[in-house]
């Protein structure tokens, strides 16, 4: 067992209260490596971490279908929902998730398309819930290891070693041609992606956001490494957790299951039971404020 010095002891400390960040260790790089020198560095941390997540089953993963449970978290910090859920996503911008166990919330993301079937039957999403999507898929991690870093006019960059985690690490920086930048830390001896980092900036406000993402607890599927927690930070507030129990690769769901036709098939089988328990529901409070005024009326009888 390798034991730590007073000196590595003390950087630990200082990273996990979050004095050390990748900016602050990116001056290091990029004084000493030649832009060129740089950008291959931050392609061999690359390499290596798609040979750690799996080679060649990693590269050829079409489509997922994941069972967990999602933790979403207020403004303040608290807990403001928690439930299970299966998803399916295939390559490259079509997911469909699913409450379980009832399966009658569900939200169809398909390229510029969106549906929600809830309570109140089918709907088109909102038009910022698809362009929130869109941009999300320009900055998965998963699309930048896989195809995005290859694209032309894109940047990339070896920011310089930092510990992230409690883990020695190596940050880089992908910038495309719309200037996105994605920072990604790389933990050192598993070449394991262990955090992400996207700055952006609203268009109108110029306000800045920061959003973070952290990715644990890797498990080997099917030949390909996965993280079954992730979690993601915006502006220093947590947003969710997800925590997944199984997760299957390309198992090639239907197109059809990524359609407003599919949901409009559920809300057939699920709609008619809800508008009946709405029925029932009405009738009973109808009986209960009429059995209410009837009491209301012998009181004052009796006055």
Not at 3 to 30: H, N, Y
Not at 91 to 101: A, C, I, T, V, W
Not at 174 to 203: C, Q
């Amino acid at each position: 067992m390798r034991i730590a010095k007073p000196k590595i002891l003390a950087v630990l400390a200082l990273a996990a209260s979050g004095f050390l960040a990748a900016p602050a260790r990116a001056q290091e790089a990029t004084e000493i490596l030649m832009p060129d020198q740089s950008a291959e560095q931050a392609k061999e941390f690359i390499r290596q971490a798609v040979q750690a997540l799996g080679g060649s089953a990693y590269l050829h993963v079409n489509d997922a279908t994941c069972i967990g449970r999602l933790g979403q978290f207020g403004h303040n910090g608290d807990l403001t929902g928690y439930e299970k859920f299966i998803d399916y996503s295939k390559l490259p911008d079509k997911d469909r998730n699913e409450n379980l166990p009832k399966r009658n919330i569900i939200e169809v993301l398909n390229g510029d398309k969106g549906w929600a079937l809830d309570r109140g039957g089918v709907a088109d999403v909102a038009e910022d819930t698809v362009s929130q999507f869109q941009e999300d898929q320009k900055v998965d991690i998963d699309n930048i290891l896989r195809n995005r870093w290859k694209e032309p006019n894109v940047t990339l960059r070896y920011l310089g070693p930092d510990v992230v985690d409690l883990k020695e690490a190596n940050w880089i920086e992908f910038v495309d041609p719309d200037n996105r930048s994605v920072r990604i830390a790389f933990a050192k001896f598993t070449h394991l992606p262990i955090r992400k980092n996207v700055v952006t900036r609203d268009p109108s406000t110029h306000l800045r956001t920061d959003v973070t993402e952290y990715y644990t607890n890797y498990q080997p599927i099917a030949g390909v490494t996965t993280p079954y927690q992730i979690t993601r930070e915006r502006n220093g507030h947590k947003v969710y957790q997800v925590f997944f129990d199984d997760c299957k690769y390309n198992t090639n769901p239907a197109d059809s299951l990524f359609t407003k036709e599919s949901l409009e098939a559920r809300w057939a089988q699920v709609g008619k039971s809800y508008i009946k328990k709405q029925e029932k529901q009405k009738a009973k409070d109808a009986k209960e404020a009429q059995n209410s005024g009837s009491d209301s009326d012998k009181d004052n009888d009796k006055n």
